[in-house]
């Protein structure tokens, strides 16, 4: 066990699946996914630098 982290307080839940895309990215407290932006809008989030070949 190490001293004052957040591992050593029992740790808190920060992400957890998010109910559109299915990704482990939806942030519990923000209410926002990080992935596809579920909570903040309702178009998907995509950016033209992130394209898979």
Sequence with gaps: M??????????KKTHTICRRCGKH???VRKRVCASCGYGRTSKRRRYNWAKQH
């Design 2 to 11: 190490t001293k004052g982290t957040t591992s050593s307080f029992g740790g």
């Design 25 to 27: 990215a939806y942030h």
